[in-house]
């Protein structure tokens, strides 16, 4: 059987790879819509954060011999602290200044970031393999799936909806959302606004980083990931709408999917294809498909 | 009148003492590395080849007839506006005579251009694709290392008569990508094997599970990888996560260096055929050139054919030099083409009417895990494919400068 000349089994087969690579796009956007939604700043550094992510994780197998599933924890941590030495010396003096400054502090940030990494180890990248509990793959029919990447696809799919869960529907992401409203009215209830803001660039960062652990038995460990990654993710949360959970996370995995279908259909196109959704979106619905106001 | 004579002897004066050091305009021989310093072939090529440049400098004496020799280098991002930018500004404003190495093709053909219109020596390491010596050939312009056709001759030769006879490509969607797949597909057909398919993917690109797949349904024994550095590496990688080589398929990688090896790991490698103009751990020469090289670089690492193949060609170019006594472009590079080459890299080396430096290739295979002693060593040297049949021969060059 086949749809446009291409067999089912292969159209199935794309699909699930494009819900893989929309897991990813799905937890990087979700991090930078947070931040974006809750401080204003449009953070450029994220994908050199994934980056950090990978890259502790593999400093740690390889000097601390911590395995993958350690890695996993102190990766996020290590690196939400350098998030939060960045937010606490640099990006609090931003607020309230224009968007762009933070845009281009953190883009700066980015680019020395990753100009470090190149310069210690070089831009081939480092091997890191996938734990043993998660070799091997299953044989679905239409095709071969590699157990680790259905764990990839679950783990997102967990961390996206409870981060969505613990900000729209938890009195702490109703203390966040006020904070961000009205700081001054906030603080007058007790609670520590510019804590919450830290806390919550560091939550951010931390996301980057845990898709970066995720990332790194996929890909090479290479100071590039980052960079190669983080245009398709701000298309993503333009098309999305700036600053909206739960439109950055279905437009992950819905552009994700889109792609992988390109790279059947026409594959030279499979690297422009989301930013032509992205113009069309915003012709039609300048604030992002998921929105509010424009 | 005295002022007349005055004038006349100091013009006399001027002209004998410029006689003195006419051969060498401006006093001096500078030679520029144009290279990828901070991008995806930086690895292979970069910091690496500034430091083989200078060691062949060193090793000539640092002074060619008594005029020093100069050094400089500059990062073309692997972009062709740039290089060719890079190029006019130190032909026109440095008195740069030679610019070497120029990994990426659209880099190299950039410089070609600008090289070929201002006389100037333009000396190909890193960059593999044939035009350099068929249609975009000049009198002053070398292509060294190696070349899309020598890999497709190499590897592609190997595994068609070790029976790997229908084939499926992955081809970068550029310039190279497309140069290496034609040359590929040619030694393929030649050797009675068929190609079943193609699919061209983006430059650069991460993700080769998509792509892999659709190989993986063409049901060909081999998937040629026809692409470089990272994008080689991830595709190599996730065929092995896919199961696509445990199940019987094969990859071909096209165009592997010695450092995407290091990167991949042997565990991920072994087994892998690859065609190379260098390896260091091949006699006592590579081995003491490398070691020194790998010093200088800080230590851990080896040369790519790329580094050593860039000590090559600058060496060559100040013993030409040396011998016409002059850093005019077109009377060193007639000189080049006389003087035969025996270095670490090249065994009676000789350069042809297209510019291009003939010398063995070889044919080598990626070490299993266990069957390396200890870091870096990683290939298994199968067979030397001698300079006259790894190359494409003279009379099928579309080369202005060949007489038919």
């Given at each position: 059987?086949?749809i446009?000349g291409?067999?089912?089994?292969?159209?199935?087969?794309?699909?699930l790879?494009?819900?893989?690579?929309?897991?990813?796009y799905?937890?990087?956007s979700?991090g930078?819509?947070?931040?974006f939604?809750?401080?204003n700043?449009?953070?450029f550094?994220?994908?050199?954060?994934?980056?950090?992510?990978?890259?502790?994780?593999?400093?740690?197998l390889?000097?601390?011999?911590?395995?993958y599933?350690?890695?996993?924890i102190?990766a996020?941590l290590?690196?939400?602290?350098v998030g939060i030495?960045?937010e606490?010396?640099?990006?609090c003096?931003l607020?309230?200044?224009?968007h762009?400054?933070?845009?281009?502090?953190?883009?700066?940030?980015?680019?020395?970031?990753?100009g470090?990494?190149r310069e210690?180890?070089g831009v081939?990248?480092?091997?890191?393999?996938?734990?043993?509990?998660?070799?091997?793959?299953?044989?679905?029919?239409?095709?071969f799936?590699?157990?680790?990447?259905?764990?990839?696809?679950?783990?997102?799919?967990?961390?996206c909806?409870?981060?969505w869960?613990?900000?729209e529907?938890?009195k702490l992401?109703?203390?966040l959302?006020?904070?961000t409203?009205?700081?001054?009215?906030?603080?007058a209830?007790?609670i520590?606004?510019?804590?919450?803001?830290?806390?919550?660039y560091g939550?951010?960062?931390?996301?980057a980083?845990?898709?970066?652990?995720l990332?790194?038995p996929?890909y090479?460990?290479?100071?590039?990931?980052?960079?190669?990654?983080?245009?398709?993710?701000f298309?993503?949360?333009v098309?999305?709408?700036?600053?909206s959970?739960m439109?950055?996370i279905?437009?992950?995995?819905?552009?994700g999917?889109?792609?992988g279908?390109?790279?059947?259909?026409?594959?030279e196109?499979a690297?422009t294809v989301?930013?032509m959704v992205?113009?069309?979106?915003?012709l039609?619905k300048?604030?992002?498909?998921?929105?509010k106001g424009? | 009148?005295v002022?007349?004579?005055?004038l006349?002897?100091?013009?006399?004066?001027a002209l004998s003492t410029?006689?003195?050091?006419a051969?060498?305009s401006?006093?001096k021989v500078?030679i520029?590395v144009?290279?990828?310093?901070?991008?995806?072939?930086?690895?292979?090529?970069?910091?690496g080849t500034?430091?083989?440049?200078?060691?062949?400098?060193?090793?000539?004496?640092g002074?060619l007839?008594?005029?020093?020799?100069?050094l400089?280098s500059?990062?073309?991002?692997?972009?062709?506006?740039?290089?060719?930018?890079i190029?006019?500004k130190w032909?026109?404003?440095?008195?740069?005579?030679?610019i070497?190495?120029?990994?990426t093709?659209?880099a190299?053909?950039a410089?070609?251009?600008?090289?070929?219109?201002?006389?100037?020596i333009d000396?190909?390491s890193?960059?593999?694709s044939t035009?350099l010596t068929?249609?975009?050939?000049s009198?002053t312009g070398?292509h060294?290392?190696?070349?899309?056709?020598?890999?497709?001759?190499?590897?592609?030769?190997?595994v068609?008569?070790?029976?790997?006879?229908?084939w499926?490509?992955?081809?970068a969607?550029y310039a190279?990508?497309h140069?290496l797949?034609?040359?590929?597909e040619?030694?393929?057909k030649?050797?009675?094997?068929t190609?079943k398919?193609s699919?061209?993917?983006p430059?650069?690109?991460?993700?080769f599970?998509?792509?892999?797949?659709?190989a993986q349904?063409?049901?060909?024994?081999?998937?040629?990888?026809?692409n470089a550095?990272?994008d080689?590496?991830?595709a190599?990688?996730?065929?092995?996560?896919?199961g696509?080589?445990q199940?019987?398929?094969s990859?071909a990688?096209?165009?592997?260096f010695?450092?995407d090896?290091h990167?991949?790991?042997?565990?991920?490698?072994?087994?892998?055929m690859?065609?190379?103009?260098f390896y260091?751990?091949?006699?006592?020469?590579?081995?003491?050139?490398?070691k020194?090289?790998?010093?200088k670089?800080g230590?851990?690492?080896?040369?790519s054919?790329v580094?050593?193949?860039?000590?090559s060609q600058?060496?060559?170019?100040l013993?030409?030099a040396a011998?016409a006594?002059?850093?005019?472009?077109?009377?060193?590079?007639?000189e080049?083409?006389?003087?035969?080459?025996n270095?670490?890299?090249a065994?009676?080396?000789?350069i042809r009417?297209?510019?291009?430096?003939?010398?063995d290739m070889?044919?080598?295979?990626?070490?299993?895990?266990?069957?390396?002693?200890g870091?870096?060593?990683?290939?298994?040297?199968?067979?030397?494919?001698?300079?006259?049949?790894?190359?494409q021969?003279l009379?099928?060059?579309?080369?202005?400068?060949?007489k038919?």
């Open positions: 059987m086949t446009l291409i067999p089912t089994q292969a159209l199935f087969g794309q699909l790879l494009g819900l893989i690579n929309g897991a990813f799905a937890m990087l979700l930078l819509a947070l931040i939604g809750l401080l700043i449009i953070n550094s994220h994908g050199a954060l994934y980056m950090m992510g990978a890259f502790v994780a593999w400093l740690a390889n000097f601390l011999g911590l395995g599933w350690g890695a996993l102190v996020p290590v690196v939400a602290l030495v960045i606490r010396t640099m990006l003096r607020y309230k200044l224009d762009l400054y933070g845009l281009l502090l953190t883009f700066g940030l980015a680019l020395i970031i990753e470090l990494f210690g180890y081939s990248g480092q091997p890191y393999s996938v734990p043993s509990a998660l070799a091997g793959g299953w044989n679905l029919g239409f095709m799936l590699p157990i680790y990447r259905g764990w990839v696809v679950v783990a997102s799919l967990v961390l909806l409870g981060t869960y613990a900000i529907k938890t992401g109703a203390y959302r006020a904070g409203e009205n700081p001054t009215l906030v603080q209830f007790g520590n606004v510019p804590l919450m803001i830290t806390l919550t939550f951010g960062v931390a996301l980083a845990i898709a970066g652990v990332a790194a996929i090479q460990v290479s100071p590039k990931m980052g960079s190669d990654l983080i245009i398709v993710v298309a993503v949360v098309i999305g709408g700036m600053g959970i439109g950055s279905l437009t992950g995995y819905m552009l999917i889109v792609e279908l390109t790279k059947v259909f026409y594959p196109a690297s989301i930013f992205m113009v069309v979106v915003l039609i300048p604030a992002g498909l998921f929105g424009a | 009148m002022m007349k004579r005055l006349l002897g100091a013009a006399a004066l410029g006689m003195a050091h051969q060498y401006d006093g500078k520029g144009l290279t990828d310093l901070s991008g995806t072939y930086s690895d292979l090529a970069g910091k500034i430091v083989a440049a200078q060691m062949a400098i060193d090793d000539f004496g002074k007839n008594g005029q020093p020799i100069e400089i500059a990062d073309h991002q692997n972009k062709a506006d740039i290089a060719s930018g190029a006019r032909y026109d404003t440095e008195q740069v005579d030679a070497a190495e120029l990994v093709t659209a190299a053909i410089v070609r251009e600008v090289s070929k219109e201002k006389g100037k000396l190909v890193g960059a593999a035009p068929n249609d975009k050939c009198a070398f060294w290392t190696y070349d899309t056709y020598a890999l497709a001759n190499g590897t592609g030769d190997a068609v008569k070790n029976g790997g006879k229908t499926f490509f992955l081809t969607d190279f990508g140069n797949q034609a040359q590929t040619k030694v393929v030649a050797n009675g094997g190609v398919g699919v061209k993917h430059f650069p690109n991460s993700d599970s998509s792509f892999l797949l659709q349904s063409s049901g060909a024994q081999i998937i040629g990888l026809a550095g990272a080689t590496i991830n190599i990688k996730q065929a092995k996560e896919f696509i080589t199940a019987g398929q990859l990688g096209l165009l592997v010695i450092t090896v990167s991949l790991g042997l565990e991920n490698a072994q087994g892998m690859l065609t190379t103009g260091w751990d091949m006699d006592d020469q590579t081995r003491a050139w490398s020194r090289w790998s010093e670089m230590g851990g690492k080896m040369p054919m580094h050593a193949g860039t000590y600058v060496l060559h170019y013993r030409a011998a006594k002059t850093d005019e472009g077109i009377k060193v590079a007639d080049m083409r006389k003087l035969p080459i270095d670490f890299f065994k009676n080396g000789k009417a297209d510019g291009r430096m003939v010398h070889y044919l080598a295979q990626v070490k299993k895990p266990s069957e390396s002693k870091p870096w060593d990683y290939y298994k040297i199968i067979r030397t494919i001698p300079g006259d049949t790894a190359y021969p009379s099928e060059s579309t080369c202005p400068l060949v038919k």
